[in-house]
C-alpha cells in the first residue's frame, strides 16, 4: 500500500503528523534542486514553522535534471516520510508542506511560471557548487560562456536563465521581487549568488539587473543535518514498521540547524518557531560549518575510503584517522578564525564527533567524497591560509589534502568529481614526485587562497610517498 493523501488513515501510530489547511491561497517557496537533503531539512524547518502560526505555506519544487523524484513524489500526492535515527527508537514523521514538483527539462515554462507567480515569496536552492558556475579564483566571474548565452535561450539551462526569465516577468507584470535563498555548502552563499545573477543580467539586460538588485534580497544561510542516501533496505525496514510503503522516504539524524542572515524581501515562515536562528551575520557559523563539520567529513571520506572502510561511523572509530580528525577539527580548524559571540566551538566539535559516530546512520564516504574538487577549497584551503597568516602549520590538514590527492589519482573507482579527467592527466603528465606542484605549486590546477610554502609541499610529498603504494 504506497503513501498517498487516500492511505494516510492506515499509517502507524509511530507517525507524527500535523494537520493543516492545504489552501489554494497558501503562499508559496519555489525550491531549485529538490532532493533528500531539502526533504529532510527546509521541508521539516517550513512544516513545523506551519504548526506553530497556522499560517499556509507550500513548496513548489523543481527537479534541475532528473524526473526520479518526482516519480518517488507524484504518485503520493507530494507526501513523504522523514525518519530521525539515533539512540533508541527511530522517530517518523509524515511532511505535507510540497505542493507539487517540477522536472526543469520537461516543463521550464512551468518552473519560470512558478517563480513569477504572485503567490511566491521566496525561491530556495540546493543545486551543489556546481550549479553557480563560480570560477574558484574569482568567485564572481563565471566559469564558461553558458551563463551568458543561457539569457537568450527559450528553454534554460541553468539557475540564471529560469531565474532571468521568471524576474523579467515579475518585473513586467509590478510584482515584488523575491528572497533568494541559497542553502548549499558555498562560502558566503548569498553574497555570491547575488554578485554572479547580476553580472549575468547586466550583460544582457541592465534594467532588469538594477530591478533585481534593487527589490531582491540575497540572505547568506548556513544549513546541517546529516542526510545520506536512503538505501531500499531502509524503505523495506520503514514500510514493515508504519504500515505503508513510501518510495520517497528519507533518513536523518536528529540533529538540524539553520542559520539564515535576516534579509528578506517580504513574507517568509516562521522559520524561527521552528528553531531556526535568523541572524545578522551568518560568517562565523557558516565558517564553522564548513571548515569543522565538512571539513571533517571530506577528511574521513579519503582517509576511510583508502582503507577500504565505508561509512562514517568506521572512519570515525578508526584509532588513527579518528585521532587526526579531531586535531583537524580542534586544533586546526577551530583556530582558523574568530567566532561570533557566544559560539561554543570546543563544544561543537564534541557534537560533531557524537553525530559522526552514531551507528544508526549509515552514512556513506564515498557519497562524502564526490566533488572534492569543488569543496576543499572552502573546507580546508581556506584554513590552511588563515592559519599561515597567523604563523601557523596545519599537519592534519594537510594529510587528509595528501590523502584526497591520492582519491583523485585515477585508479579509484569511487571518484565522482567534475576535474576527475583533468587531475587523472595531470597525475600522468607529473608523475608522483610532480602532482603536488602540479596542483597546488604556482600557476598550479587548484586555484587557492593559501599558496603552499617549500614546508608544506615537502609535507605533502612525504605523505604521497606513504599513501600512494
Known amino acids: 500500500m504506497r503513501l498517498s493523501e487516500q492511505t494516510v488513515a492506515a499509517l502507524g501510530a509511530r507517525v507524527a503528523r500535523l494537520e493543516y489547511d492545504h489552501a489554494d491561497q497558501a503562499k508559496q517557496i519555489v525550491h531549485l534542486g529538490m532532493g533528500a ?63 507539487d514538483i517540477i522536472v526543469a527539462p520537461e516543463s521550464p515554462a512551468t ?8 503567490r511566491t515569496h521566496i525561491v530556495t536552492l540546493t543545486v551543489t ?48 521581487g523575491l528572497t533568494i535563498l541559497s542553502c548549499d555548502n558555498l562560502a558566503e552563499n548569498g553574497t555570491r549568488l547575488k ?65 539564515i542572515e535576516n534579509r528578506f524581501a517580504g513574507p517568509r515562515p516562521a522559520w524561527d518557531a521552528a528553531g531556526a536562528e535568523i541572524v545578522a551575520d551568518v560568517g562565523p557559523y557558516e565558517t564553522a560549518k564548513l571548515r ?10 579519503y582517509l576511510g575510503l583508502a582503507k577500504g572502510l565505508e561509512l562514517v561511523s568506521q572512519a570515525i572509530a578508526d584509532p588513527e584517522i579518528g585521532l587526526l580528525v579531531g586535531r583537524l577539527m580542534r586544533d586546526e580548524a577551530a583556530a582558523s578564525f574568530i567566532p561570533a559571540p557566544g559560539q561554543d566551538l570546543a563544544a561543537y566539535a564534541a557534537s560533531l564527533e557524537a553525530r559522526f559516530t552514531n551507528p544508526a546512520l549509515p552514512h556513506r564516504l564515498a557519497q562524502i567524497a564526490m566533488d572534492g574538487s569543488q569543496k576543499i577549497p572552502q573546507r ?20 587528509a589534502l595528501a590523502a ?14 567534475p576535474r576527475a579527467r583533468t587531475m587523472a592527466a595531470a597525475w600522468q603528465t607529473a608523475g608522483r614526485d610532480g602532482i603536488v606542484q602540479a596542483l597546488f605549486g604556482e600557476g598550479g590546477l587548484i586555484a587557492s587562497p593559501w599558496q603552499p610554502t617549500a614546508d608544506d609541499l615537502q609535507r605533502l610529498q612525504d605523505h604521497l610517498d606513504t599513501m600512494a603504494d
Open 37 to 99: 537533503f531539502t526533504r529532510a531539512h527546509q521541508a521539516v524547518f517550513t512544516e513545523d514553522a506551519i504548526a506553530a502560526t497556522g499560517e499556509a505555506w507550500r513548496i513548489i519544487s523543481v527537479s534541475m535534471r532528473s524526473s526520479a523524484v518526482r516519480e518517488q513524489l507524484a504518485p503520493q500526492d507530494h507526501l513523504f516520510t522523514v525518519t530521525s535515527k539515533g539512540e533508541g527508537e527511530p522517530e517518523t514523521r509524515l511532511v505535507r508542506c510540497v505542493g
Open 111 to 118: 518552473v519560470v511560471s512558478a517563480i513569477a507567480d504572485a
Open 129 to 176: 557548487e556546481k550549479g553557480y558556475h563560480l570560477s574558484s579564483a574569482h568567485p564572481d566571474e563565471a566559469r564558461d560562456p553558458l551563463l551568458y548565452d543561457d539569457l537568450a535561450n527559450a528553454v534554460p539551462l541553468t539557475i540564471y536563465g529560469f531565474l532571468a526569465q521568471a524576474l523579467q516577468q515579475r518585473m513586467t507584470d509590478g510584482l515584488p
Open 195 to 259: 554578485h554572479m545573477l547580476l553580472k549575468v543580467l547586466a550583460s544582457a539586460d541592465p534594467a532588469l539587473a538594477d530591478w533585481c538588485e534593487t527589490n531582491c534580497t540575497f540572505p547568506c544561510s548556513m544549513v546541517d543535518r546529516i542526510v545520506p542516501a536512503t538505501q531500499p533496505g531502509d524503505i523495506d525496514a520503514l514500510e514493515a514498521r508504519i504500515g505503508v510503503r513510501d518510495e520517497a522516504a528519507v533518513f536523518t539524524e536528529p540533529f538540524r540547524q539553520w542559520v
Open 292 to 301: 569543522m563539520l565538512n571539513g571533517a567529513h571530506s577528511a574521513l571520506a
Open 380 to 399: 580546508w584551503l581556506a584554513t590552511l591560509a588563515d592559519r599561515q597568516a597567523q604563523g601557523l602549520s596545519s599537519p592534519a590538514t594537510l594529510k
Open 404 to 417: 584526497w590527492i591520492v582519491h583523485v589519482r585515477g585508479d579509484n573507482p569511487y571518484v565522482s568529481d
